[in-house]
């Protein structure tokens, strides 16, 4: 403190900080300010000519966290081998230490992923991880808290090619998804591929009625990319959860659930299927085509009888099938239906072990998905 031009009797000073919390404590020029508690701390100066008479000026200083918070990668897995085109979700979360500033609101978790030779990309949460390029893919998740500290989770995964087409099915008592390749001589085991798709990870393909008229319910069958296997599916219709279902080895979800009572509020009720941050596109519950009869022959081809409801006539259908996890391409061939809108038709499952097809019949605009996934298991 001193005037302006200085003067024999300058004034005197003093100078206090309050930390975040209790009393203020006298400093003197020179002395290191403390900070031993992260939070804002005030300093106040006060100047005084031997009249008395002076001023005071106050500055804050912002102490943080030393503790930064912990970032942390789900999934995929350490060292994860994904197949080219694959759709399998990315899953991250972070966490600030307890009593600490909390996650930044912004930035507070965030995800890059890098292809190989290429830049880092952001990407969400739920979203599939890149799987286009071949070669070693790197994530990183930063989580930052409201002082700045920042921390970091890196995992890297592989993209491999897609196995060779007409192999033809794995040897019997061989499963290509348990059981792991033989490593080279000497060396380690090499572990298998995760088989994966490139389809949407989960799909709601079909809706049937069922129950009573008392007690009305909803027949739900989907499919879910294998890298799903065993997870918890939650089933919504508009938008409120009615139950849960669990993927099965061959990547179908199957559950029956309430239905609305009213017949309008059976046809205009949306469905969709979530696992994780991902979810199906909503489907209605229409009648516009249902099985009566399902049945699976020893020779692996399945039997469906079923019948058109929306405007039933003797017609010709074209039917095709697309592999789930787009080996080849789709296959068509015709049938027909009778006047009242019945239909049999004989499926062909897939050359693949593991893998599944999807039926959907056309005729002109219309068209509709069968109720099953048709798997070579």
Known sequence: ??????QSSDPTCTATVTPPSGPAVPI?????????????????????????????????YVVREGVAPT??????????RLEQGAASPLSFACEDEAGGSGLATVDGCTATVAAPGGPAQPIADGDPVPTATLGEHELVVTARDADG??????????????????????????????DPPVGRPGGDPVPPPVRTCPVRAIELLSLRPAGTRSRPAARLTGWADATLVGATVTIRRDGATIGRARVAADGSVRATVPAPRGARARAGARYRLLVGGLRSRALKATRVLGASRVSRRADGTT???????TAPRS????????????EGTATTRTIHSDARGRFRVVLRPPAIAGRGLIYRLRAGSWSATLPLVVTAR
Request: charge should be positive; hydrophobic fraction near 40%.
């Open 28 to 60: 003197a020029a020179g002395d290191a300010l403390p900070t031993a508690v992260p939070g804002t701390y005030v300093i106040t100066v006060d100047a005084r000519d031997v009249l008395r008479r002076g001023g005071t000026l106050t500055r804050t």
């Open 149 to 178: 500290n920042v921390g970091t989770a890196r995992r890297t995964y592989v993209v491999v090619p897609l196995p060779p087409l007409g192999g033809g099915p794995p040897p019997i008592g061989v499963d290509p998804i348990v």
């Open 315 to 326: 017609r010709r259908l074209t039917l095709v099938g697309a592999p789930t996890c787009g």
């Open 71 to 80: 970032a942390t990668i789900v999934a995929p897995t350490a060292g994860a």
């Open 303 to 309: 039997v469906i009888a079923g019948r058109i409801t």
């Open 1 to 6: 403190c001193a005037s302006t031009p200085p």
